[in-house]
């Protein structure tokens, strides 16, 4: 009994590690910079990769109990993740808690507003409008349209997705 409770967290830490890095290798993608106009800089793939994030959570929200279990596990490989780079760059213990707090109460917020973009599709508005605040915040003339048809459809790409191979680990993503 405990060594199943244990071996299946394992193996859910296991696939949420496979869902985080489909979307930090989403986040690289030169054309989400080149041709969308998502600033190249450490704030513009923050933002990105944060986008990525979301629309993994949002397709594992409602699911059943097992895709609970693997929203909460991605979650927390996104924090792994993030605390591990903050330490990477010099962010001494005593100001983490500090930043994680921050970084943590910006996160929400941005999942608060995607999900009310997300939830106004098929009408862009309201993800170009977060996309402009987000992504290309004090980034002129850059048309946040691109990027909310890209997150539109990721959404739609996602749920194209079976619940099961999700639980494996296998994600859709649309072509830039």
């Known amino acids: 009994m405990f060594l199943d409770r244990l071996l299946a967290r394992r193996s ?3 696939v949420a590690r496979r869902l985080y890095d489909t979307a930090v290798a989403r986040g690289r993608l030169p054309a989400l910079y080149a041709t969308m106009g998502a600033p190249d800089t450490i704030e513009g793939r923050f933002e990105i990769l944060i986008l990525h994030v979301i629309l993994l959570l949002d397709r594992l929200n409602g699911e059943n109990p097992e895709a609970a279990a ?3 596990a991605l979650f927390d490989v996104y924090l792994s993740d993030l605390d591990g780079a903050l330490r ?3 962010v001494g213990d005593l100001a983490m808690g500090k930043r994680m707090r921050k970084l943590g109460q910006a996160f929400y917020g941005r999942a608060r507003a995607y999900g009310d973009g997300l939830a106004s599709l098929p009408d862009l508005a309201k993800l170009e409008d977060v996309i402009a605040r987000t ?3 004090g980034v002129d003339g850059v048309d946040p349209t691109p990027l909310a048809a ?3 459809r990721g959404r739609d ?3 194209s997705v079976e619940t099961n191979a999700l639980l494996a680990g296998e ?3 649309p072509v830039p």
């Open 157 to 159: 790409s996602l749920a």
């Open 70 to 72: 693997l929203r909460q």
């Open 88 to 90: 990477e760059m010099s």
């Open 171 to 173: 994600v859709t993503w």
């Open 12 to 14: 859910e830490k296991s």
């Open 135 to 137: 992504v290309l915040d």
């Open 150 to 152: 890209y997150a539109a």
